[in-house]
């Protein structure tokens, strides 16, 4: 016999799939769950009580996780709902070439481009902070096969 350990679960990220299912009834705030197709950070779990003819349901409540909106969704406990794999990342901003921002990727030196400045209130906030010459980090978010910045901080 080998020492080999065979008892592993594969997780999502590992297998490629942009989601993984999870019991409704397991699910807590700040996690994510897919909801109405669209990748969502949950702001608000409960449970409601089975009544005479119902089953035990969980009502959540959620924030897209790329635009802010807000989604709500009803599920009984026992059924399996799916959670998208949501990878968060930091990078150094090296630059900013019309409208697509420039990141340095560890310490090696590499750039990354094409990932879109975002509009709005957060991109102007990057743009101003890079052009005063502090140093930007901006933090990336990646999921279901989608990528946006999500924030960022200036030192």
């Keep these: 016999m080998s020492d080999v350990d065979l008892d592993f679960e ?3 990220e590992a297998s490629g799939s942009d989601t993984f299912p999870v019991r409704a009834g397991t699910l807590r705030r700040n996690g994510h769950v897919l909801m109405d197709g669209f990748p969502c950070r949950l702001t608000d779990v409960s449970i409601s009580k089975s009544g005479q ?17 807000r989604h709500e969704d009803m599920h009984p406990c026992a059924h399996d709902v799916e959670v998208p794999v949501v990878v968060h ?27 879109a400045l975002p509009e709005g209130v957060l991109g102007r906030a990057i743009e101003s902070d ?6 930007v980090r901006v933090a990336v ?3 279901m096969g989608r990528e946006a910045v ?6």
């Design 150 to 155: 999500t924030g960022h901080r200036a030192e």
């Design 53 to 69: 003819h119902g089953r035990t349901e969980v009502n959540l409540t959620g924030i897209d996780v790329f635009t802010g909106d």
């Design 89 to 115: 990342t930091e990078y150094v901003l090296a630059g900013i070439d019309d409208g697509y921002l420039s990141l340095l990727v560890g310490s090696s030196g590499e750039t990354r481009d094409g990932v």
């Design 141 to 143: 978010t990646r999921a």
């Design 130 to 135: 890079f052009a005063a010459g502090r140093d």
């Design 10 to 12: 594969p997780s999502a």
